[in-house]
């Protein structure tokens, strides 16, 4: 398996390169744009294509020649392998076969666009495409929104401003970060609130280039002041002050300080 620059030729890495060179044959998603990347640096190997229309006849065939102890790369059309493509399934069958599977990392949109982001990166979910459809989306959507981690999307431009509401509307305004056209010339990153990217993409129409989205993580939620009012309205005739605050911090995971000073208000309140 063998990433693939996202955009600037110039990403390849030595040993990929290396790797491509001494392949006997190449599968790639596309073989045309492959071949692009091969002609920019002067290698010219056989191409086979593997992807989500033939990866069931091609795996078979591909085995065959990992068994006859062939170097076969897997590239993807841009990035690393097995990130929203049919790769893993050859991996999976591969090691299921004793063969020997081997990565040669390196671009990656995900990463990338995290990196980028400004957004806590110590731990994150790639969720991949969302549905194209409103219901189905904002099903997926609110299987991750209780995860505490940054969010990483893949999405089409067309979608951008309809996805971008529909992540405000079930994960909460969070921040958020639109990346495309990574590493290329026009690379571009906008950040804000989900809410404002939403608008001004629908104003200004779908952008150009390839979508990476970074999500922050779930927003915490303050206290809640009218849970905590009425257990010490029920606590504070008949307990101390602190001992209620304590009692009642524990109950609602709330600070020790912020429900002491709410029971000393509503004390100095019952007295005037």
Request: proline fraction near 7%; hydrophobic fraction near 50%.
């Amino acid at each position: 398996m063998l990433a693939t620059p996202i955009g600037n030729a110039r990403d390849i890495s030595l040993r990929g390169l290396e790797a491509l060179k001494g392949a006997a044959v190449i599968c790639a998603e596309d073989t045309r744009v492959t071949a692009k990347l091969l002609a920019i640096h002067g290698i010219s190997r056989p191409l086979l294509a593997y992807n989500d229309h033939n990866a069931a006849s091609m795996r078979p065939r591909i085995l065959a020649r990992l068994a006859a102890g062939q170097a076969v790369v897997l590239v993807s059309d841009a990035g690393t392998p097995l990130v929203s493509d049919p790769g893993y399934k050859l991996v999976r069958e591969a090691l299921a076969a004793g063969l020997p599977v081997h990565a040669v990392p390196g671009p990656s949109a995900v990463l990338a666009g995290l990196t980028l982001s400004g957004l806590p990166s110590d731990r994150f979910l790639f969720a991949g495409f969302l549905p194209s459809r409103a219901g189905e989306r904002a099903t997926a959507l609110g299987d991750v929104a209780a995860i505490p981690a940054t969010l990483i999307f893949f999405e089409s431009a067309q979608r951008l401003a309809e996805s971008l509401a529909a992540m405000a509307d079930v994960l909460g305004d969070r921040p958020c970060a639109v990346a495309r056209e990574l590493t290329k010339r026009h690379e571009e990153v906008r950040r804000g609130l989900l809410s404002e990217l939403a608008a001004r993409y629908a104003a200004s129409g779908p952008p150009k280039g390839e979508v990476t989205i970074v999500v922050g993580p779930p927003l915490e939620s303050g206290p809640d002041f009218a849970r905590i009012d009425a257990a010490l309205e029920a606590a504070l005739p008949f307990m101390p002050v602190k001992a209620a605050a304590e009692m009642i911090a524990a109950l609602t995971g709330a600070s020790k300080k912020q429900v002491y000073n709410r029971a000393l208000e509503m004390k100095d309140d019952a007295k005037s």
